[in-house]
């Protein structure tokens, strides 16, 4: 089974390694596309590559959106050309899941693939989904919103939990459970802390291109 | 302050990019070097790129390394250049705390950096470390084991948990639940699981090569 993850530049660097880790113990191929190949800076500067470009994406079994700088969602989801959007939505008609993590989901949001479904994403940005009408955002912080094929991971870090759900969705728990035990996977936070919810998105006001119905898909 | 991170060819992605991302919301700059600058591969054969070389490296206020390919690390420790350990050596002499993740713990062994000290590494080798006649293991698979100024974590995850322990060690419990927040690390995986001991150490029996005390330092 092929996951697939469409990077950016300024993409959350924990929000990619901590399910790709996961996958990659659960032997789960994953594949890396971006709008074009070659290197790009995960947000907090670190710099990685990219071989295949969107035209390259191979046959995928789950899309799996991670978040990342603000400024580079709301160009992702400005863009009048819609690359990133329309990339979501052909690949989303051939997958078993469709999966975000963090603010990701904003781009699934975007793209219009959230309509109908209950959905989560990193605490900040709950007002941000909160603005799309037909999308129901779940109450409180899960680590992740399971609502048919849809899967939507809180922010950051529950991408880990989200991850391993994944495994035990597509490949059963024992699975789940020898990842949990290869990569030691039994946290506990050295401090507390409470989530203070959040009001107002953080986004400027952002305007979606529309589709244009002839677009070759 | 400054992180910095000796990373390899096939060290682990988890091991670099999650106490890299927990640092990054610190405000905590990170520095990854290697021998050579150039492009990299995780274990899980994820493209990256390092800046800079062993020779390049900044003041570091922490030495933080990474485990990785059991080949990897068999390479690194039986080099008989010494290379990467004497690397190590150099920058424990400055720095305010020496920290290792997941089979990291046995470069900073190799380096004879835990002799004296009670550390943790991966459940699975547990038994590599006790190997060392010099080093004690803790009991059971703590998260990480911290002994005066070394710190050391289990394998893999543990990281995340490692690295908000430094982040409170060096800047504060505020600024830890600040990072915990920020990245809304309230773990809780789907599956349940156990470990079962490790008998025996997998790597095979390595030939440290020893130490020329003209070597100029």
Redesign the interface.
């Known amino acids: 089974m092929l996951i697939g993850m469409p990077a950016y530049d300024a993409v ?3 929000d ?3 399910p ?2 996961m996958f ?1 113990w659960a032997g789960l191929a ?1 594949e ?1 596309v971006a709008e074009k190949s070659g ?1 790009l800076k995960f ?7 990219v ?1 295949k470009t969107f035209g390259e994406a191979g046959a995928w079994d789950v899309l799996w959106v991670p978040g990342g700088d603000q400024a580079a969602l709301v160009k992702l989801m400005s863009d009048p050309r819609r690359t990133y959007l329309d990339f979501l939505i052909r690949q989303s008609e051939h997958v078993k899941y469709v999966a975000s993590v963090c603010d990701g989901a904003l781009l699934l949001a975007a793209a219009g693939l959230l309509d109908g479904y209950t959905v989560t994403t ?2 900040a940005f709950v007002p941000c989904l909160k603005g799309h009408p037909k999308v129901r955002v779940a109450d409180g ?1 899960p ?1 992740y919103c399971l609502d048919r094929n849809r899967l939507t991971g ?5 991408g ?2 989200e991850a ?2 994944l495994v ?1 969705l597509l490949m059963g ?1 024992q699975a ?3 990842v ?16 203070t919810p959040a009001t107002e998105c953080p986004l400027p006001p952002t305007t979606i291109a529309p589709r244009k119905t002839t677009t070759p898909r």
Do not use: K
């Not at 947000?43 to 590559?49: D, E, M, T």
């Open positions: 959350d660097m924990l990619v390694a901590g790709f880790e990659s994953v890396l290197p947000r907090n500067g670190f710099s990685f590559n071989d990193h605490w912080y680590r809180g922010g950051i870090s529950p880990l939990d391993l759900m035990q728990t789940a459970q020898a949990q035990c290869n990569t030691q996977y039994y946290p506990c936070p050295p401090v507390t802390s409470e989530i």
